[in-house]
Each structure stands twice: as structure tokens, then as C-alpha cells.
């Protein structure tokens, strides 16, 4: 297993966990976890890169042992004094974010009342999508059941065989490149840690 290096360094006045692999000297490459997850689950995948890197992945805000939200989470104490001080740092760090000046702002919107809720909007997403202009890898799991959640998501699509809904997306990423793994669920990483870096690995040393 190959050695993480852990540090914490101030993001707009907060502590951020960051976990590094490899030389500082080594091409860089960052890997950023989603919801409920953590830095250190790339691990396996980190083990199976078989070129040098200088892996940077940090532990998102309110994840890992990055810190939470603390004058939200004692605001909403101070509103509900039955609610214990794990759950209101866990809503915290879902409903606002920290300002450059220190100060909170709510992220929340009225579409959390649908039964999956967002803050943003697809045709919001696909504007963003069609200015990247760097070459994009999109790496999907055959076997995810990310399918089916778009297929009852309100904004999703249904799809014969899931990747359709898929290829319909990536046609708005300018120079994309899907590639698939086979026997791997949403948490491809964990999966599949040597097909997922191989396929990396090919896409940067291209």
C-alpha cells in the first residue's frame, strides 16, 4: 500500500484535510471525492497507478476530517435545542457554505421538497459542461444503479440500458471520451481500483 501523507491547510477560514500521495515533484493529479465519501477511499485506486504522480485528494468540507460549518450548526441549536450538536454539524455543512469574509450563506433552495432535491438545474449544468474546453475522461460503471435513479430523477431520462442517458450528457462536454468498466457499481474506485486507474493512466499519458 503506498504511504498517504496527511496535512490540514485554511480554505477561507476553515481546516481542510488533504491527503497526498507520491513526489511533489511528479505530474499532479487531484481526485476529488462525491457525497458522503472521504479522500482516503482512493486509496485503492492510488495503489494501482502504475506511473509516478503527486496525488492531491482532499477530504470535501463537512467530510473526512475536514472541519463543518460551526456558527450554522450553533445557529440551528440555538433554533432547535433538542437537536444534538452531530446532527446539526451534518446539516450544516449541506445547507451553507463559508463566504471569503468568514460569514455563512444558505445554499438551500425550494426544490429540496421535491424527492430528490437539487440546487441547480440541468440545462444549468449542460451550460457549464459545453465551455469546458480541456479534454474530459467520464468513466461509468456498467453495473451502477445511478441509471436508475435518473431514470426517476424529475430532470432524468430513462434509458434501455443506462448509458444512453449517459451518452446523451457527455455529447455537451467538448472533447469527451467515455469509457466503461465492467463488474463496478457507482463506487467504481472501490470496484474496480486497476481497470479505473489503467483507464486514467492511458487518458493522461495519451
Known sequence: MKRARSESIDVRGMRQHVLTWGSP????????????DVAASFQFMVDALAHEWFVIA????????????PQVADRLQ??????????????AAHWAET??????????????????????????IYAV???ITAPTLWVAALQSDIPKWLER???GEAGADGLDVVRRR???????????????????HHDQPVRVAAAIEQFLTA
Open 99 to 124: 463566504l471569503a469574509d468568514g460569514s455563512a450563506r444558505l445554499t438551500s433552495d425550494p426544490r429540496h421538497k421535491l424527492p430528490f432535491p437539487t440546487v441547480y438545474r440541468m440545462e444549468e
Open 58 to 69: 482532499p477530504d470535501l468540507r463537512g467530510f473526512g476530517r475536514s472541519e463543518w460549518q
Open 25 to 36: 515533484q511528479a505530474p499532479k493529479v487531484f481526485l476529488l471525492h462525491g457525497w458522503m
Open 153 to 155: 430523477h424529475p430532470e
Open 78 to 91: 440555538k433554533t432547535n435545542p433538542r437537536l444534538h450538536r452531530d446532527k446539526a454539524e451534518f446539516l
Open 170 to 188: 457527455i455529447k455537451h462536454v467538448p472533447s469527451a471520451t467515455l469509457v466503461t468498466i465492467a463488474d463496478a457499481g457507482h463506487m467504481l
Open 129 to 131: 459542461w459545453r465551455r
